[in-house]
């Protein structure tokens, strides 16, 4: 069906296209979805999607929604997803692998990288949007652990991008998305880590304003190694009251050492217990379960300089505001901020704490319930900048200047001209060239 083409190819009939097509718990309907095997393949099929004029998505691990179309090409990279550890620390993933069974390839050697917080979340994706994980205080992002890329552009062209060679589009790979070409081999310098300490520490939800605060103070005089995020959940019916917990992922496996750091969060007020306890890496990463598809998500994120007690008040007042809201707030500084804000595309390096929102409305909400939440969000303005592409679920013609301020949108579209002029990859937060 393809010229070139090794690998296999789903049709609407195919028992395995629907797993293929479904993207965030949304099921597209895709003319086909190609599953490459290689370098090769990938250009032969872009080559093909381009002459038939045909949408292309490119799929990690479909945690987005632009891993799905309607009438176009899935490139499904499931079929590239070797690890393969080469040793000085240097692992060579292959673009469709996800970051759990790259934790779990790393474990045996004493090893990691920093990557979301789910399994099954795609290594593409999240490398190339930026990866705040759990390792983000003592690794930086996951695009900070990237060394260099095998790419095939949308001219079928096969390069190597790194510090050294074509050095623009490394730049724009960290941070600027599947904008420039389709990654089929990352190779990442892996960090020694023989085990982690982690767990949550349940907190009275009435007392989050306190938690945040006292949260805040301990943190600013912890240890990189200990990384933290507080999450506030709402009341889910009568089985699933409102809860805050503290998140903590302590990276080494000295139990004492961890445990003198984590203390005290464990005596903020309002703690009433906790799991914490020494666990391999990979058993950090979770599974969260997608909302009803009959829910409305409104969704915020953002940046925020410094976590004062002016943000706090706001923050939790906004929340509160809401409704049916989860709020989380994670710890930044670190090895994250020690990175220059133009070395990657992911720009807002100045940052204290990393904050999300996510509102869930009824399909028979009032009219004006989900603008009163923009609203809400907006009036943190002066707090919270920025905004963090891999988060953004809602993309609009306004989303790339939340994601990347002025100076680095400008450079990231004169990357856009020069390796994908044609415009071939939009299914993403689009740089338009």
Known sequence: ?????????????????????????????????ARPSSAADVAAAIGYARAHGLPLSVRSGGHTLFSTNDGGMVLDLAGISDVEVLGDGLVRVGGGAVWGDVARALQPHGLAISSGDTYSVGVGGLTLGGGI?????????????????????????????????????????????????VVTRFTFQAHPLPGVVAGSITVDPARLADTL????????HSPEELNSTVIAMPAFGPEMPAATQVLVCFGGNDVDEAMTAIQPLLTLPGVTGHDVAAKAYVDVLEEPELPP?????????????????????????????????????????????????????LAYRDAEAFVVSAAFLPPDAPADAERRIHDGWAALAGDVTGEYGN??????????????????????RAAKRRYDPENVLAFNHNIVP
């Not at 965030?24 to 979805?33: E, F, H, Q, R, T």
């Not at 988060?391 to 990231?412: G, K, N, Q």
């Open 1 to 33: 069906m393809i010229d070139g083409f090794a690998g296999s190819i789903l049709l609407p009939d195919s028992a395995e296209y629907p797993a293929a097509a479904t993207a965030y718990g949304v099921l597209g309907s895709p003319a086909l979805v």
């Open 133 to 181: 994980g759990w390792m983000v205080r003592q690794q930086g992002l996951a695009l900070d652990s990237l060394r260099e890329a095998e790419v095939v552009l949308p001219s079928g062209a096969v390069v190597t991008a790194s510090g050294t060679r074509e050095p623009e589009l490394f730049w724009a790979l960290r941070g600027g998305g599947g904008n420039f070409g």
């Open 213 to 220: 605060r006292g949260w805040r103070d301990v943190m600013r």
């Open 293 to 345: 598809a009959q829910i409305r998500l409104v969704d915020h994120n953002g940046f925020a300089r410094n976590v004062d007690d002016g943000l706090i008040s706001r923050l939790t007042t906004a929340h509160a505001a809401f409704g049916a809201a989860v709020l989380m707030v994670r710890y930044l500084r670190g090895a994250f901020n020690r990175v220059p804000a133009d070395a990657t595309a």
């Open 391 to 412: 988060f953004s679920m809602h993309p609009d013609a306004t989303t790339i200047t939340r994601i990347y301020p002025p100076a680095t949108v400008e450079r990231l």
